[in-house]
């Protein structure tokens, strides 16, 4: 098989993203490799495809030891042979995984650090044959890093006890000079062909604001995206807590992550946000690592983190599975002077010594400073990103908060008038949706007499909603209790007697995305719907997260492609060999049934099942065999064999 062949057969895609491909190749040719790559870009990929093409078995070393399991899970659902090994198992597990190593039985092993200093794992791993080795989150390795994690430094140790040195691979996805430096040093790589690839996320929007009130920006910002999941994250545990019951009390499903919380509890929080139970996961820092959630459609940050390194990777959560994402900072100076506060005050490294500490505070306090430009400079926000991480950018993305401010404002001067001037007229005691309702002219009974009656009804009822919150947020109405009563503010008067021009920015800015993006065109929503039902049915029965049977991605390009037959199914973007034998005749199914418009009624033969009936034909099998494999009646094959000549 070719890298290519098993890029398609196994994961379903049909080429590699921009860097993964020199970096498989380093590995088959047995070099070692020192990657850099944004969180996203398809790290695993790069290791994993040469994993399944040398002989032998890879050792993957991953400090993520509460997510192995679904890493490995995600690796069998695509049909690749692959454990872990880690504390969480129990000895009878543990020898099942040793057993199945020395009889050859995975091509991919994931390890917990702490394992590699072990002489018996060490005594096993001599005798194995090793293709690779891929050190994930490297920069773990490094007292710069992040995350320093003092087991990472058994890494070069164990690699010198094999009998015979495998290629050596580190990945990271945030590396500073330094901490590239000790990566190489301390994990012993031999002469590693470097990768630092681009680290640019084209279908990622990123947008700052600066609200007066973060609460109701958030219920503003999440009331349009009710159908979408996405992660809010917090700056402390304390408000962690309190923007999640903030949420839940105003009816979002929401759950809440953080490392205070006891370990079972969060597992539970964890699964439901993966499992589509829960829209909303509101989570400090402690949450997302390794975190392989495709479908997760904004990233939107409660309080600013105290440095770009952490913004990115926390935002690079969204849009995984290269469908568009938004990224939002909620902003304010306050921020700035919390992190700030934290930085100086922080628990002393005990393995540094006073000049290095002091160095190691100056260096955060010139970080926060640039995360604090990100968010109050008016210049193209992916640029500043990328420029930080020393890449070249152009001067204006098209496709972040600030570079399409000016150029796709709305003008609401006149409808923010009419709504203000409604609010007055009632007597500021009516519910936001009443107000709504009647400059949209739905409204009944006295209402009717408004002279703002109807005035806004060929607009849509959800464009008339969002100027109304728009200009909550802004300040220009106040809303109280959970009806949303409105009433004027100081600062109406700039509307209604100065006669202030109103801009707001749309958040259909979707054409405006820069180039790269996954196409646009809006998915047949009904078809969309029944796909998300048959995924959710297959990922109950099989007990796996639903982007673990198809990514969101993969389900717009089934809506685009509505491909008929196996052939066609395998040219969707996210569909293998593996995945198509084990789902491709239900979704086939449905898309047959959805085109033909007879979900209730008799199902259409699908292709697919026409060569399994005929396969099963030459086999020799029963009418009653035939149909329990197919789930139909024993007329209904019948029927179908005399129709194509058989019987
Ligand atoms: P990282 O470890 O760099 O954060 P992952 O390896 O988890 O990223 O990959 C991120 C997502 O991109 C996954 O859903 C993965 O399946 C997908 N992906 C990786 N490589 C490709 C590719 N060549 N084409 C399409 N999708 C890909
Ligand atoms: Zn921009």
Same mark, same amino acid.
């Given at each position: ?18 860097g993964?491909?020199p970096i498989?190749?380093a590995?088959?040719?047995?070099r070692d490799v020192l990657c850099v790559m ?14 399944? #093409? ?12 509460? @997510? ?13 042979? /692959? ?42 791993? $001599?005798?194995?044959?090793?293709? #690779?080795?891929?050190? *994930?989150?490297a920069?773990?390795?490094?007292? !710069? ?24 691979s580190a990945f990271t996805?945030?590396a500073?000079a330094?901490?590239k430096r000790?990566i190489e %040093?301390?994990?012993?790589l031999?002469d590693p062909i470097r990768f630092t690839t ?5 279908? +990622? ?13 958030? @219920? ?31 009816? &979002? ?18 699964? *439901? ?57 909620? &902003? ?27 160095? @190691?505070?100056?260096?955060?306090? !010139? ?18 990103? #990328?420029?930080? &991480? ?23 001067? #006149? ?27 739905? /409204? ?21 909603? %969002? ?20 009433? +004027? ?13 109103? /801009? ?50 993969? @389900?717009?390009? +089934? ?45 259409? !033969?699908?292709?697919? %099942?026409? =060569? ?9 099998? =029963? ?7 197919? $789930? ?16």
């Amino acid at each position: 098989m070719t890298k290519l062949e098993v890029l398609r057969r196994f994961y379903g895609y049909d080429s590699f993203r921009p860097g993964q491909e020199p970096i498989v190749d380093a590995l088959l040719e047995g070099r070692d490799v020192l990657c850099v790559m944004p969180t996203g870009a398809g790290k695993s990929v790069c290791y994993q495809v040469p994993a399944l #093409l040398k002989p032998g078995v890879a050792l993957v070393i991953s400090p993520l030891i509460s @997510l192995m399991k679904d890493q490995v899970g995600a690796l069998v659902q695509n049909g690749i042979r /692959a454990a872990y090994v880690n504390s969480s198992l129990t000895a009878a597990q543990q020898s099942r995984v040793f057993a199945g190593l020395a009889s050859g039985a995975y091509r991919i092993l994931y390890v917990a650090p702490e394992r590699l200093s072990l002489e018996s794992f060490r005594q096993l791993c $001599a005798g194995l044959q090793i293709s #690779l080795i891929a050190v *994930d989150e490297a920069h773990c390795v490094s007292q !710069w890093g992040q995350d320093f994690r003092p087991s990472y430094l058994q890494i070069a140790d164990f690699v010198r006890s094999l009998p015979v040195r495998p290629p050596v691979s580190a990945f990271t996805a945030t590396a500073t000079a330094r901490v590239k430096r000790d990566i190489e %040093e301390l994990v012993e790589l031999r002469d590693p062909i470097r990768f630092t690839t681009g680290f640019d996320r084209p279908n +990622l929007f990123f947008s700052v604001r600066t609200p007066e009130d973060k609460d109701a920006e958030l @219920l503003s910002l999440l009331s349009h995206r009710k159908e979408q999941h996405g992660i809010v994250y917090c700056a402390t545990r304390k408000s962690v807590e309190e923007v999640c019951d903030f949420l839940c009390e105003h009816g &979002f499903s929401a759950t809440a992550y953080h490392a205070g919380l006891p370990a079972e509890e969060r597992r539970q929080n964890q699964d *439901d946000f993966l499992y589509d139970r829960k829209n909303v996961m509101v989570a400090t820092n402690a949450f997302g690592m390794g975190i392989d959630k495709s479908n997760v459609s904004y990233v939107i940050h409660y309080q600013m983190p105290k440095n770009i390194e952490n913004y990115y990777q926390e935002a690079g959560r969204a849009g995984r599975d290269g469908s568009p994402a938004e990224c939002i900072l909620l &902003f304010a100076k306050r921020d700035v002077q919390i992190s700030r506060y934290l930085i100086l005050n922080a628990e002393p490294n005990e393995a540094l010594d006073e000049k290095e500490q002091e160095e @190691l505070r100056k260096r955060d306090l !010139w970080r926060l400073k640039q995360m604090k430009e990100y968010a109050t400079s008016g210049d193209c926000l992916r640029g500043s990103i #990328l420029r930080y &991480f020393g890449e070249h950018a152009g001067k204006e993305c098209g496709g972040c908060g600030n570079c399409c401010r000016g150029t796709e404002l709305y003008n609401i001067t #006149l409808p923010s008038q009419m709504l203000l001037s409604c609010v007055a007229r009632t007597g500021q005691c009516l519910p936001l949706a009443v107000i709504r309702d009647v400059l949209l002219g739905v /409204a009944t009974g006295e209402l009717e007499a408004q002279t703002t009656f109807g005035l806004l009804k060929e607009d849509p009822p959800a464009t008339v909603e %969002e100027i109304l919150r728009f200009l909550i947020g802004e300040g220009y109405l106040a809303s109280s209790g959970e009806e949303e009563i409105l009433a +004027l503010t100081e600062r109406s008067a700039e509307i209604l007697r100065q006669r202030k021009p109103i /801009a707001m920015l749309r958040h259909n800015t979707q054409k405006k995305r820069a180039a790269g993006t996954a196409e646009q065109d809006a998915p047949d929503e009904g078809l969309l719907r029944a796909l998300k039902e048959t995924r959710s049915r297959i990922a109950s029965k099989r007990r796996v997260p639903p982007y673990l049977v198809f990514t969101d991605a993969t @389900l717009a390009d +089934l809506c685009r492609k509505k491909p008929r037959t196996a052939e066609e199914l395998l040219t969707v973007s996210g569909v293998g060999l593996v995945k198509l034998e084990q789902y491709g005749s239900a979704f086939l199914q449905t898309i047959a049934a959805y085109e033909s418009g007879t979900s209730d009624g008799e199902r259409p !033969w699908t292709a697919m %099942e026409d =060569t399994q009936l005929l396969d099963a034909f030459y086999e020799e099998r =029963t009418v009653l065999q035939m149909a329990r494999m197919l $789930a139909r009646s024993t007329s209904e094959i019948t029927k179908r064999l005399r129709e194509k000549h058989l019987i």
